[in-house]
């Protein structure tokens, strides 16, 4: 079949390729044209085709569109970028959604797509009892649910054959800079896993299957990868050889995470192959000689780590000046009494 995955050398697209590619798909990636995507773009020449484009004004996205029988739509501003610029996020996550909805609407035979949506639609569900179901109410809390939601609609709505797959967390093997969400999800929260690979797997499963059209479903790790973001943290740091960072570094209020109940999607897709341990096994070979350089500098890079952490900052600024409280202003941190 030929397949458009947009967003396509992003942490889950580049998994879904791989795994279209073993199946033999012709896979075609609709992407913004920056030095990073250039660079993936040169690692699989001669085996996808790359079309440069732009959500914002819809630039070359009816060539892309054109002769797919597929699209998997990947391409969305997620947190903490989708908070920070919500306007711009706008534009690209439900405008962009709705011009790859009108591409694909305008087509003689309209391919279908797979949209792809978020546990965030949720909202703070950590005092329901879990897991989350897709029939459970909507409660967003953030401009990243808020929009997925907004899309999902949209596309339901369409006219055009649709799935929607709402995904669970699944960081990023090879990331390279602190990601300030870890400091948000309160220790206590429930949280599931599911690693990039099982997504792309779930994605490429899915487009050869007769059974998802018309249907919502949840993707996430199972019931092994069910854990609290105390385990996620711990084991993380721990694998880097940092081991856990004081609870003041995390903050209190609810996030959106939680358990789901992804047993009809892994009936159909068959997704679920890695846990949590593997891809911190993964992990820790990505990082390589880095690691042992972190072990070094230990006390340095949990100093550095603490201080990223808002609430740790202010926790330190409480003991150090009672009554005095940190608020942010902008891009300073400002002292007020």
């Not at 950590?126 to 907004?150: M, S």
């Not at 690979?197 to 299957?209: F, K, Q, R, T």
């Not at 047993?263 to 820790?284: G, M, P, V």
């Amino acid at each position: 079949m030929n397949v458009l995955i947009t967003g396509a050398f992003g942490n889950i697209g580049k998994y879904t390729i791989s795994e279209l590619l073993k199946k033999r798909h012709n896979v075609t990636c609709y992407e913004l044209k920056t030095g990073k995507n250039e660079k993936e773009a040169k690692k699989l020449q001669g085996k996808v085709k790359t079309i440069w484009g732009n959500l914002v004004t819809g630039e070359n996205l009816e060539t892309a569109i054109n002769g797919q029988d597929v699209v998997i739509h990947l391409a969305f501003i997620i947190p903490p970028a989708s908070e920070k610029n919500p306007k711009l996020a706008h534009k690209i996550n439900v405008e962009g959604t709705a011009k790859v909805v009108d591409v694909i609407k305008a087509q003689k035979n309209p391919p279908r797509l797979i949209f792809t949506s978020t546990i965030a639609v949720y909202g703070d569900s950590q005092h329901l009892a879990p897991p989350r179901k897709v029939t459970d109410i909507l409660n967003p809390v953030d401009n990243y649910g808020n929009q997925k939601i907004e899309c999902e609609k949209l596309v339901m709505k369409s006219g055009i054959q649709w799935s929607i797959l709402r995904f669970a967390a699944a960081p990023s093997i090879d990331w390279k800079r602190v990601d300030p969400i870890m400091y948000e999800v309160p220790l206590t929260d429930r949280i599931e896993f599911i690693h990039p690979g099982d997504i792309g797997c779930a994605l490429a499963n899915a487009v050869e299957s007769d059974e998802i059209w018309g249907k919502i479903l949840l993707i996430g790790g199972g019931e092994k990868c069910w854990m609290y973001q105390a385990e996620f943290m711990e084991k993380a740091l721990d694998m880097l050889g940092i081991g856990m960072l004081p609870k003041e570094a995390f903050g209190k209020k609810s996030y959106h995470t939680d358990w789901m109940d992804t047993k009809e999607s892994e009936r159909i897709l068959r997704y679920q192959k890695h846990t949590y341990d593997d891809f911190l096994r993964e992990q820790a070979a990505v990082f390589g000689k880095r690691a042992f350089f972190v072990k070094l500098f230990r006390p340095i890079v949990c100093w550095y780590l603490l201080f990223q952490s808002p609430y740790y900052r202010q926790y330190i600024c409480g003991k150090i000046c009672p009554g005095v409280k940190m608020k942010k202003v902008g891009k300073k941190v400002k002292k007020s009494v």
